[in-house]
C-alpha cells in the first residue's frame, strides 16, 4: 500500500533563506509526482509535476527532484519570501489514465519570516 | 479568466438536512472530481466524473451524491446519510487526458 509521508509538518524561517521541502512514498512504482500549494482558508494550486522518467522540474525559484529508488521527493524554494508562506502538499499518482489514483501527503505549513 | 467556481464559501447544515455544494468551471474539462480535507488527514476522493452523465464513487462516497447533467457543472449533495459532515470540500477538473489539477477555493461545511 503506498504511503506519502512530508516531514516536517511545520517549518518556520526567514526571509531569503534558501529551503528544501520533502516527500516519501514507500512504493517506487509510481507514475508522476506533484506538489502543490494551499494558502489558508483556500483550494490548492499546481506548482510542479515531475513524470517517473524525470528526475526534476523546475519553476522560476521553485525546483522538485525526484528519485524512485529512495523513495524521495524534494522542492527546493530558493531565496524564500514572505508570499510564500503557505502549506505545501505532494501527491503521488499510482497508475495511468486515471487521476483518481493520487495518494497524498499531509503537508508542510511553512512560515516565511520577515 | 478560466477557472473552478465553489459556492458557498461557507454551509452551515441542520441535523437530517440535506445540503448541496455548488461547483461550476469554464476550463472546458472533461473530467471533474470532488475531495474532501480534514485537519490531520490527506486529502479524499469522494466522487469524480470523465464525462457528462457518468459517474464514480471515490474512496468515501457513502453519504454523498452527485450529478453530471452539464459539462461545466458538478454539484456535490451531502445528505443526512453523512453523519460526520463537517470538512473543506475541494472540487477540481482536469482536462482529457490531463495530469494536472486545478482546484476552486473550496467550501467550509459545518454543522449546527
Known amino acids: ?3 506519502v509521508t512530508q516531514i516536517p509538518a511545520a517549518l518556520s524561517v526567514p526571509e531569503g533563506e534558501n529551503l528544501v521541502l520533502n516527500c516519501s512514498f514507500t512504493d517506487s512504482a509510481i507514475y508522476n509526482l506533484q506538489w502543490f500549494r494551499q494558502d489558508p482558508g483556500k483550494g490548492l494550486t499546481s506548482l510542479l509535476l515531475i513524470q517517473s522518467s524525470q528526475r526534476e522540474q523546475t519553476s522560476g525559484r521553485l525546483n522538485a527532484s525526484l528519485d524512485k529508488s529512495s523513495g524521495r521527493s524534494t522542492l527546493y524554494i530558493a531565496a524564500s519570501q514572505p508570499g510564500d508562506s503557505a502549506t505545501y502538499l505532494c501527491a503521488v499518482r499510482r497508475g495511468a489514465g486515471n487521476n ?3 495518494i497524498w ?3 508542510t505549513s511553512l512560515a516565511v519570516n520577515p | 479568466d478560466g477557472g473552478i467556481t465553489q459556492s458557498p464559501k461557507y454551509l452551515f447544515r441542520k441535523e437530517g438536512q440535506n445540503v448541496t455544494l455548488s461547483c461550476e468551471q469554464n476550463l472546458n474539462h472533461d473530467a471533474m472530481y470532488w475531495y ?3 485537519p490531520g488527514q490527506g486529502l479524499r476522493l469522494i466522487y469524480y466524473s470523465q464525462i457528462v452523465n457518468d459517474f464514480q464513487k471515490g474512496d468515501i462516497a457513502e453519504g454523498y451524491s452527485v450529478s453530471r ?10 445528505t443526512s ?10 472540487c477540481a477538473s482536469t482536462r482529457q487526458g490531463g495530469e494536472k489539477l486545478f482546484f476552486g477555493s ?3 461545511l ?3
Open chain 1, 1 to 3: 500500500k503506498q504511503e
Open chain 1, 100 to 102: 483518481r489514483k493520487l
Open chain 1, 105 to 107: 501527503g499531509l503537508g
Open chain 2, 36 to 38: 474532501r480535507q480534514d
Open chain 2, 69 to 78: 447533467e452539464k459539462k461545466e457543472s458538478f454539484p456535490l449533495t451531502v
Open chain 2, 81 to 90: 446519510a453523512q453523519k460526520n459532515p463537517t470538512a473543506f470540500y475541494l
Open chain 2, 106 to 108: 473550496g467550501t467550509q
Open chain 2, 110 to 112: 459545518s454543522v449546527l
